[in-house]
């Protein structure tokens, strides 16, 4: 197999999409990732091997795959998580890009299925909702050989900073952001973010923070329930070795060494205390926040509430290693007097949490995810993870997925939201049938006075015509006897001769004072 100038395998130009495969002294699961990677039903994509090890593994785990979709960068020097993630991605050629762990699998469908979401709605970020296969091989007691799988078929639109503010209220999982370790993103997402920030990846937790990072700059996206990869636990996984196990581990201090060499620290206002399940969220969110949106009011973290959350997150019993948790998380607050005197005054004090477990509390299907035992179906590594959940999910035979099943959850928001409609509905229509019915009574109460103002009316005409008549025949009698004076004022100039022809006086008759 040729070297190019990245590594092993020929130049690819552009393909649409970039599976990134991070590894670290993994091989014997980098295999299993490999060959769900190799056994996708579509063609224009590459797997991009970015190998962080001490030694040969994990190339000659590459060679013996013998893909000429695979490029392989070769070890620097042993790089931070994130350092390793940004040195993957910087060499990424994809229009969309995922990262997959090296102990993760690719469901076969994925990158068929994302081409034709991504084409059809037209979005720069796909997130899907990850399965979880623990490996025999994780270490913790009673988390190994479980799979989960959620079983819901939907797609649905989500708002970026909408699902930052849950996120950060702690409603919803950083994992519906669009994560690159769940998600296919952009690369024009990607190089923005390098643009403002420098580079992508700001602190420890490479996956966790690209949900906020990448998140606020995606506005709006698609998010899946279906299964796209299924997300693997091992010995050697740096959340099992940092999240889930109290006890120092090799991998834990290996971790942390590396992010302290390349300058990757904790946020200061959050407690130094790596375990705590609230603390890597937020975390992430502040070293986004002061990167890329410093002066949005409108996602600030309740600080308070997240006091108290770290609080309730203390695993530990004994009461000197719980007073050195309060006092981490104490001195998180030293930026704010006010905090410190609440801290000081009404802090709780929790019972000891429980440490974080993949088991549910029961087997089976839950309403979200289903949750079976792998030993019995004979499941040793992420590969036959893959294909038992294409089985279980009816996916194995290549056809294209129908997004019309929703899940329990979106079902109980649905029915809570049309709940609450048909009550509005109702109030609504409550408050409209009292305004008819006032308006009713108005209407008949001026019904009433237009009646009356009618009858007032006619009566004023009654009388008018009336009135009307009466001056008619005043003015007549006035004019008649206007007309007798009239008369017998201009009688007084007629000479008496005169006017004894024009009265024509009988004979013998003399006029007055004749």
């Not at 593994?57 to 060679?63: G, Y």
């Not at 048909?422 to 229509?429: H, I, K, M, T």
């Not at 025949?473 to 008496?496: F, I, K, M, N, T």
């Given at each position: ?74 070890p620097t020097v042993p790089l931070a998580m994130s ?26 469908f994925a990158l068929r299925e994302a081409d034709r ?398």
């Amino acid at each position: 197999m040729p070297l190019d100038e990245s590594g092993l395998g020929p130049p690819m130009t552009s393909p649409r999409f970039s599976v990134v495969l991070p590894t670290r002294n993994r091989p014997e699961t980098l295999r299993y990732a490999l060959q769900t990677c190799l056994q996708q039903d579509f063609d224009d994509y590459e797997v991009l091997v970015c190998d962080n090890g001490d030694g040969r593994a994990a190339r000659d785990v590459v060679l013996e795959a013998a893909s000429t979709r695979i490029r392989y960068l070769e070890p620097t020097v042993p790089l931070a998580m994130s350092a390793n993630w940004e040195r993957a991605l910087s060499q990424a050629r994809g229009e969309f890009i995922t990262v997959l762990g090296d102990d993760d699998g690719l469901m076969p469908f994925a990158l068929r299925e994302a081409d034709r979401l991504l084409r059809d709605h037209g979005t720069q970020a796909l997130v899907w909702q990850r399965g979880i296969y623990t490996w025999p091989t994780i270490g913790i007691d009673g988390e190994a050989n479980l799979l989960r799988l959620p079983l819901a078929r939907e797609v649905v639109a989500l708002d970026g900073r909408e699902q930052i503010a849950k996120a950060i209220r702690f409603e919803a999982g950083y994992d519906t952001l669009p994560m690159v370790y769940s998600a296919f993103v952009h690369r024009d997402l990607v190089e923005r973010h390098r643009r403002i920030a420098g580079r992508v990846f700001l602190n420890v937790y490479p996956d966790v923070y690209s949900a906020f990072g990448l998140g606020y700059l995606a506005g709006r996206y698609l998010s899946t329930s279906v299964p796209m990869s299924i997300a693997g636990l091992s010995h050697a996984s740096n959340g099992v070795a940092t999240l889930m196990n109290a006890s120092n581990n090799v991998v834990a201090t290996d971790f942390t060494r590396l992010n302290e060499q390349f300058g990757y620290f904790r946020h200061p206002k959050v407690p130094d205390r790596m375990a705590l399940g609230p603390v890597h969220v937020i975390d992430c969110f502040l070293h986004a926040k002061d990167a890329l949106f410093p002066d949005d009011d409108s996602l600030t973290l309740d600080r308070k509430d997240f006091t108290r959350r770290c609080l309730a997150a203390v695993f530990d019993a004994t009461p000197e290693r719980r007073d050195e948790a309060r006092q981490a998380i104490r001195a998180s607050l030293e930026d704010a007097p006010d905090l410190l005197a609440w801290f000081d005054a009404e802090a709780p004090d929790f019972p000891p949490a429980r440490m974080f477990s993949f088991q549910p509390p029961r087997l089976g299907f839950d309403g979200v995810m289903l949750s079976i035992r792998t030993d019995s179906a004979r499941v040793r590594n992420i590969a036959d993870a893959v294909a038992l959940s294409c089985e279980l999910l009816g996916m194995e035979d290549g056809t294209l997925i129908n997004y019309d099943l929703m899940s329990w959850s979106r079902l109980h928001e649905s029915v809570a939201a049309l709940t609450l409609s048909e009550e509005r509905a109702r109030r609504d229509e409550a408050a409209a049938q009292r305004l008819l019915t006032d308006a009713g009574a108005d209407v008949e109460r001026a019904t009433s006075q237009l009646r009356d103002a009618e009858r007032a009316v006619e009566e004023l005409r009654r009388q008018l015509a009336s009135e009307r008549n009466a001056a008619a025949d005043h003015a007549a009698r006035l004019q008649h006897q206007l007309g007798e004076a009239l008369l017998a004022s201009s009688l007084r100039y007629v000479p008496r001769r005169l006017l004894g022809k024009l009265l024509r006086r009988p004979p013998g008759r003399t006029l007055p004072n004749e």
